[in-house]
C-alpha cells in the first residue's frame, strides 16, 4: 500500500475507480464469488452503501459479469436504466484464467452494441477485472 493510500485509509483498488464521497453506487450481480474487500473499499470510498433497490438515480453501476450470466448487451442495457445522464458503469469481470472469463472482444463489441464507449480498465483485485463504460459524449446532455 503507498503512503498515500495508507494516509487516507482509501484502499488503492477503490482509488482506481475514482469513486468519491456522497456518489450513489447501484450494485448488479452480486454473488458469492464478489470480491467483498473491494466491495467495502467502494462503500468506504462513497462513504455509503452500495444500493440494490433504487429509489432514485444513480451515478454508478457495480456491475459484477460472468461469461455464463447471459447476454452482455441485455446486462449493459439493464444497467443503464436507472443511471444519470452522466454516470457510468464498473464492468467487473473475472480476469483471464479465472471461472467467467469474458472475453476482451466480446466485451468491447456488446459495449458499443449497448451504445457505450470504453475508457478505462483496471485491474482491482486478484480475481476481478474492471472497465469503465460511459455514454459517448454526444449522446450525454
Known sequence: ????????????????LGLTSGQIVQEIG??????NDLRLAVE???DGELVE???EAVDVVLLWWREEDGDLVD??????TDLTENGYIWLMTPKVGRDG????SDLSEAAI?????????ATVSS???ATKLVRPRGARR
Open 127 to 129: 480475481d476481478w477485472s
Open 53 to 55: 433497490e433504487v429509489v
Open 75 to 80: 446486462g449493459l442495457v439493464d444497467s443503464l
Open 30 to 35: 452480486w454473488d458469492d464469488d464478489v470480491d
Open 113 to 121: 452494441t449497448a451504445g457505450l464507449a470504453q475508457t478505462v480498465s
Open 1 to 16: 500500500m503507498s503512503a498515500a493510500a495508507g494516509a487516507t485509509g482509501e484502499s488503492p483498488a477503490a482509488s482506481k
Open 44 to 46: 468506504d470510498a462513497i
Open 101 to 104: 472469463y469474458v472475453d476482451a
